[in-house]
């Protein structure tokens, strides 16, 4: 036996810390201090990193964004006290389960747009006035936001989305019908647009 | 940049935890350290970014450590059932708290010089702005800590820590 750091680590020392981080997670929550709540969950579109401010929810990542990144520019844009807490994704999480397994057509989900701002912010916010199994081209989408002419900004909008699968960018496809772009990679759109299909009423 | 402070429990959270028990025994262990982060969590915003992490970790933990010890004197705790072991500061299922009970036996200087060194791996100028005083006096409080452990736990050696 001897005193080196190990010794004192303990048998149970992984579990421990488990418990204790959970337990940290609720207190910094209860005490104000959780700016940032994460969690990850598996999806048919590969594991996605969902975020929250007390304001609502702030990001959905795709696997292929590059999660530590994304985290980083979550403690950099909005505060470092970044912690993984899934409590406060627990509906988030539900409902994304419902919609993946197909009973769900829409998202009550209070959203923290912060990560975006100007038009980009107005695009994102009217997206999800396109229903569930429905799709509308970038040119149709700047009509709807009232700037007929603003065709590329509202792609950069949508290659933008920080909360991609319940702000709808993928029901936005090119002119000619191809699906174009999407932040978590084309079989991703591709993916989320048969689902819908396959539950859409018409 | 700062990193999410999920990083930093994430890489010091062990080490803060080792530190607590030396300092404390296993049961308060957890309540420092949970006292710990969350009062790192509050300041974090202001820790400049090129501090040292772990060496400011400790620091809060030395800190709730001592508020901990202040509480247990002023109000020894009652006990509804008497413990089976004789000992409260062993981990349960390590068994040997031989170690443990050298440890908490320990003068708290030289407690937690041997905590900072030897368990968070602190240098002893680091370990001096703890405690207060000079480096040379934060080096004997962990040499004479070993010493005693040697003489009250013959099996102590320090092999494996940083020297």
């Known amino acids: 036996m001897n005193m080196s750091p190990e010794y004192f680590s303990g048998p149970r020392e992984a579990d421990t810390l488990l418990r204790l981080r959970h337990r940290l997670g609720l207190a910094a929550d209860a005490e104000g201090l959780l700016d940032v709540a994460y969690t990850t969950i598996d999806s048919p579109v590969g594991t996605l990193l969902l975020a929250a401010t007390p304001k609502g929810l702030v990001r959905v990542a795709y696997d292929i964004e590059d999660h530590d990144r994304v985290l980083d520019t979550l403690a950099h844009r909005l505060s470092p006290r970044v912690l993984r807490a899934p409590k406060r994704l627990d509906a988030t999480a539900r409902e994304l389960d419902e919609y993946f397994r197909g009973q769900r057509q829409a998202f009550g989900l209070r959203l923290d747009f912060s990560l975006s701002t100007g038009f980009r912010q107005l695009v994102q916010r009217h997206l999800p006035e396109i229903g569930y199994g429905q799709t509308r081209t970038y040119r149709q989408v700047a009509e709807l936001v009232g700037n007929p002419k603003a065709v590329r900004a509202v792609g950069t909008a949508c290659a933008t989305n920080p909360l991609p699968v319940v702000v709808p960018c993928h029901r936005v496809l090119r002119a000619d019908g191809t699906p174009g772009g999407y932040v978590g990679g084309p079989e991703a759109k591709t993916a989320l647009l048969s689902l819908e299909a396959a539950g859409s009423p018409g | ?163």
């Open chain 2, 1 to 163: 940049m700062k990193q999410p402070f999920e990083k930093v429990v994430e890489q010091h959270g062990g080490a803060v935890l080792r530190v607590c028990r030396v300092l404390l025994g296993a049961h308060d262990a957890e309540d420092a350290w949970s006292e710990t982060f969350l009062a790192a969590m509050r300041a974090y915003p202001d820790l400049p970014d090129d501090a040292n992490a772990e060496a400011w970790l400790v620091t809060i933990a030395h800190r709730k450590a001592i508020d901990v010890l202040r509480a247990r004197k002023r109000q020894p705790v009652p006990v509804g059932e008497v413990p089976e072991s004789p000992t409260a500061l062993g981990v349960p299922g390590d068994g040997d708290g031989d170690l443990w009970q050298a440890v908490a036996a320990l003068p708290d200087k030289q407690r937690q010089a041997v905590a900072y060194h030897y368990v968070a791996g602190l240098a002893y100028a680091e370990i001096a702005e703890i405690l207060g005083g000079t480096t040379d006096a934060a080096r004997r409080a962990a040499a004479d800590g070993v010493k005693n452990l040697r003489k009250n736990y013959p099996g102590a050696t320090t092999e494996g820590a940083p020297s």
